[in-house]
């Protein structure tokens, strides 16, 4: 629920780092709080748990700067990864603008992003929000990692696409992210469209702004559309 | 915009009347500060006494800790709590739900009681829900929109700050 204060001239849109514990949501945060200006950011605020574990959220305040007379803001948010913490994770999805998913590469958590990733449909129906239609991208993080999966086999498990129904939509869409990949296409006779992805080393920061761009101007096109 | 994802839009006359609402209060209540912070950890309105803390991560916090008590409320049978009271020292802070969209957030110290504080939220919270109400209705009718041109400009700050 992105608020526009005309009365303030203040534009705030909300981002949640969403995915399985340990994958790294918390490290993206860091990173980017470490290199962007510190005029441009606010306080990094974690609610973590004595052995740094994510106990709430972590909250990061980014000022864009005034944008034709706007002062436009992003409120970064990151949930617990962990499975146990669902209801502090879905209160952190309300008025969400956009999501970003960070998986964690490494095959032996490819059962903990598949049940993330399916919690995050789950959560986002029960606001009454569609993951289909609100900006959303996946990071899969980690892939310096000698035992990380191919990307194949991770988009297979956590983004093989929904079905396109609008007939409008059913046109090719390549992905402009990767060089001869489609983020609508028609496979088998069914349209189907994917979220955009990015691969990331979020510990030396590699992916980090990349992902954040690409969801801001997302969250940023969706207030004007 | 997505279902679901409503925003909403803040226009000038209704930061006017907020502000008048909340002065009158803080004269009667002889509190410090009054704030509003929407539930998805936005600040959208501070008066009286400027506080000394980041605002912004008051917000996130003060939305949040609402959030959490109304899925504590509803685990022991209550709908919801309507309003908080966390007691300090010197300062303390009550927080009263406005049409459960927006939160009242009141800094008082030993200057008042709780007991007046309490008095005089409840019709305030009465005039700014109808505010409020208002603003929702008005929001429903059509998305906040921003002006063309908008987007070229933000995209090419998102590659300055962000790196191109």
Not at chain 1, 167 to 187: I, S
Not at chain 2, 2 to 30: N, Q, Y
Request: proline share 4%; with cysteine; glycine share 8%.
């Amino acid at each position: 629920m992105s608020m526009i204060n005309y009365a303030s001239r203040e534009i705030n849109c909300k981002l949640v780092y969403y995915g399985p514990g340990l994958g790294g949501k918390t490290t993206n945060l860091e990173f980017v709080y470490n290199k962007v200006s510190p005029n441009s950011r606010g306080k990094l605020i974690s609610l973590a748990t004595e052995t740094e574990r994510t106990l709430f959220f972590d909250f990061l305040p980014v000022d864009l700067g005034t944008i034709r007379g706007f002062k436009t803001r992003f409120h970064l948010y990151t949930v617990p990864g962990q499975v146990y913490y669902n209801a502090s994770r879905k209160l952190i999805l309300k008025g969400v603008d956009g999501v970003v998913f960070v998986a964690d590469s490494q095959i032996e958590r490819m059962e903990a992003n598949i049940e993330s990733m399916q919690n995050l449909y789950d959560n986002m129906a029960q606001h009454g929000y569609n993951l289909t239609t609100i900006p959303f991208l996946i990071q899969y993080n980690k892939r310096d990692l000698p035992n990380a999966a191919t990307i194949r086999e991770l988009q297979a498990a956590l983004n093989p696409g929904w079905p396109v129904e609008d007939a409008v939509r059913q046109k090719q869409a390549p992905d402009p992210y990767h060089e001869g990949e489609f983020l609508v296409e028609q496979l088998d006779g069914q349209w189907v469209e994917r979220a955009p992805y990015f691969e990331a080393v979020a510990m030396t920061g590699e992916g980090v702004f990349d992902t954040l761009k690409a969801v801001s101007k997302l969250v940023l096109k969706s207030l004007g559309s | 915009m997505p279902p679901g994802a409503s925003s909403w839009s803040f226009r000038e006359e209704d930061s006017t009347r907020i502000h008048s609402i909340l002065s009158d209060f803080l004269r009667e209540s002889s509190a410090r500060t009054g704030m509003i912070v929407d539930r998805t950890g936005q600040m959208v309105a501070v008066v009286g006494e400027e506080p000394s803390f980041d605002p912004t991560a008051f917000a996130s916090l003060t939305a949040a800790d609402f959030s959490a008590n109304d899925q504590l409320a509803r685990m022991i049978g209550e709908p919801e709590f309507g309003s908080l009271f966390h007691q300090g020292e010197k300062e303390s802070m009550y927080l009263a739900d406005i049409a459960r969209r927006v939160i009242l957030v009141v800094l008082f110290d030993s200057r008042t009681t709780l007991g007046l504080v309490k008095l005089r939220v409840r019709g305030t919270v009465g005039e700014l829900r109808h505010v409020f109400e208002e603003m929702f209705t008005r929001g429903a009718s059509g998305p906040a929109q921003v002006e063309t041109g908008f987007l070229g400009e933000a995209e090419d700050e998102i590659d300055k700050l962000f790196g191109a």
